[in-house]
Nanobody, 123 residues
């Protein structure tokens, strides 16, 4: 299974980006897919996750600004990020979980990871 994350870039505070996570080798289907992020010098943290068709979960820091969704036909999960702030600057990773239908918030909950995409928000 390979996960390919894309869509990162440089944006000004208040701007938006949409990240994509495409899978090959396995179908996301109803399985949990999550986005994590890691800023320099900090631990990787849970950002958002989705399970089944559209049940989603968010970290408090991004609730109301980020939206996770999935397109089953494209076998892709998206993270729409609005009103980005400098604190959102990080490398963003997508991850998939196959053995459990719960959206976990720990890195160890997920078996497969993409290589990540960099998001930089300037003030």
């Amino acid at each position: 299974v390979q996960l390919q994350a894309s869509g990162g870039g440089l944006v000004q505070a208040g701007g938006s980006l949409r990240l994509s996570c495409a899978a090959s080798g396995r179908t996301f289907s109803i399985y949990p897919v999550a986005w994590f992020r890691q800023a320099p010098g900090k631990e990787r943290e849970f950002v958002a996750g989705i399970k089944l068709k559209s049940i989603s979960y968010y970290a408090d820091r991004v609730k109301g600004r980020f939206t996770i969704s999935r397109d089953s036909a494209q076998n892709t999960v998206y993270l729409q990020m609005n009103n980005l702030q400098p604190d959102d600057t990080a490398h963003y990773y997508c991850a998939a979980r196959w053995e459990d239908l719960r959206v976990g918030t720990l890195m160890t909950d997920y078996a497969d990871w993409g290589q990540g995409t960099q998001v930089t928000v300037s003030s």
